[in-house]
């Protein structure tokens, strides 16, 4: 570790705010594609649990579904310092790893999944409209916890990312590139996340 990344760790140590027990991070299908992008995303699920988070979500949006079962491959067999579970599209089963990796499917899609399995529910008769509230929909979603932390790198955008589940999240964009980010990156978004008040929507 370099004096500044030592500098900002000293930092984060002696702040008062509680780290996020729940980061996220976006990434794009290019991202993923450049040279040394799985030992960063590897670096980051360490950094994660070394400074106090509890739960990793990795959202990585592809254009071309073709690319999804080689993404899928390389993600399942990162050397991950927790169990690691990845969703490619279609996978509807709920993720209870300490490391959850989601590709292509989209807050979009999974929110419209929701919906349709509510439908069956009320036309089954197992659900009253009139009584469906949010723990519904969450229920039924592939993630259903909320990130504390939602971490994009290289643009000021988050796309189709978690959209129920990101409302009430923090969101930190960097400039650097997802093939630049380093401790040091991972350690502002901390701070930053450490120095604002949370409001949850009020």
């Known amino acids: 570790m370099g004096l500044y990344d030592s500098y900002l760790a000293v930092r984060h140590r002696l702040t008062n705010g509680e780290p996020p027990a729940h980061v996220?991070?976006?990434?794009?299908?290019?991202?993923?594609?450049?040279?040394g992008a799985y030992d960063t995303l590897t670096d980051v699920f360490d950094w994660a649990f070394d400074y106090g988070t509890e739960r990793v979500t990795v959202s990585v949006s592809v254009l071309d579904?073709?690319?999804?079962e080689t993404l899928a491959r390389e993600l399942r067999g990162l050397d991950a310092p927790r169990r690691l579970t990845v969703h490619a599209p279609g996978d509807t089963e709920p993720a209870d790893t300490p490391i959850?990796?989601?590709?292509?499917?989209?807050g979009k899609r999974e929110f419209a999944a929701a919906v349709r399995e509510i439908a069956d529910s009320v036309a089954d008769g197992q659900l009253d409209?009139?009584?469906?509230?949010?723990?519904?929909?969450e229920d039924r979603l592939v993630f259903p916890e909320?990130?504390?932390?939602?971490?994009k790198?290289?643009?000021e955008?988050?796309?189709?990312?978690?959209?129920?589940?990101?409302?009430?999240?923090?969101?930190?964009?960097?400039?650097?590139?997802?093939?630049?980010?380093?401790?040091?990156?991972y350690l502002r978004a901390l701070l930053e996340f450490e120095r604002r008040q949370r409001r949850f929507g009020q």
């Not at 579904?65 to 999804?68: G, I, M, R």
């Not at 959850?100 to 989209?106: E, H, S, Y």
């Open 24 to 35: 996220a991070v976006v990434l794009t299908e290019r991202d993923l594609l450049e040279q």
């Open 65 to 68: 579904e073709a690319v999804v």
């Open 100 to 106: 959850q990796v989601n590709i292509g499917l989209g």
């Open 129 to 137: 409209p009139d009584e469906i509230a949010a723990a519904d929909v």
């Open 146 to 151: 909320e990130p504390d932390l939602v971490v």
């Open 153 to 155: 790198t290289g643009a």
């Open 157 to 185: 955008r988050l796309s189709d990312f978690m959209i129920w589940q990101s409302v009430y999240s923090e969101l930190y964009f960097t400039d650097v590139n997802w093939r630049d980010f380093r401790r040091r990156d």
